[in-house]
T-cell receptor
């Protein structure tokens, strides 16, 4: 079935560092990729939606200059947390879809980001 | 405003017992409803997906039902196992929206 690989699974770094997270669809072409943030014991919060070859659409309250999203190919999207601070520490999850919203979303296994 | 409400927020059951999780939604116009299982520290995994015309869909010991008239769905887990301990998330999509609406999830704990 559809597999989404997210890398790295865990990152620990110093405050002020920029961190890049990759999301790859391994066996299908992902027209749309989604990036989520999840705090402990809470559900997923959509950060942005990206379509291949176009700029990402960010949800209200999400800083686009802070969370840079690139979706340059049908199998790869990246999220870069720029100048990360402790409050950016969270669980980040990507998902990929082959088409419009009625197509299933396939999730990666998430990235645990810890900023010291 | 599109909303998805899940109940209960958390549930503890003994191994081998059955349980039912609820999902009520106000998403319109309705496209599909999905149930996901999320283990701690992992990404969600799809259990079922139902469209407007489907009332019931099963995936092993998981059976989802959908009542599009009352805008309610349930996820029934039969003969629970310890590995069923996880968060179960209901996600509803509208036909005219570019994103889905997530419920807050139900945390299920299965005890031996």
């Amino acid at each position: 079935g559809a597999v989404v690989s997210q890398h790295p699974s865990r990152v620990i770094c110093k405050s002020g560092t920029s961190v890049k997270i990759e999301c790859r669809s391994l066996d299908f072409q992902a027209t749309t990729m989604f990036w989520y943030r999840q705090f402990p014991k809470q559900s997923l919060m959509l950060m942005a939606t990206s379509n291949e070859g176009s700029k990402a659409t960010y949800e209200q309250g999400v800083e686009k200059d802070k969370f840079l999203i690139n979706h340059a190919s049908l199998t790869l999207s990246t999220l870069t947390v720029t100048s990360a601070h402790p409050e950016d520490s969270s669980f980040y999850i990507c998902s990929a879809s082959q088409g419009p919203i009625d197509q299933p979303q396939h999730f990666g296994d998430g990235t645990r980001l810890s900023i010291l | 405003k599109n909303q998805v409400e899940q109940s209960p927020q958390s549930l503890i059951i003994l191994e081998g017992k059955n349980c039912t999780l609820q999902c009520n939604y106000t998403v319109s116009p309705f496209s599909n409803l999905r149930w996901y299982k999320q283990d701690t520290g992992r990404g969600p995994v799809s259990l079922t997906i139902m469209t407007f015309s489907e009332n019931t869909k099963s995936n092993g010991r998981y059976t989802a039902t959908l009542d599009a008239d009352t805008k309610q769905s349930s996820l029934h887990i039969t003969a629970s196992q310890l590995s069923d301990s996880a968060s179960y998330i209901c996600v509803v999509s509208a036909t005219n929206a570019g994103k889905s609406t997530f419920g807050d999830g139900t945390t299920l704990t299965v005890k031996p």
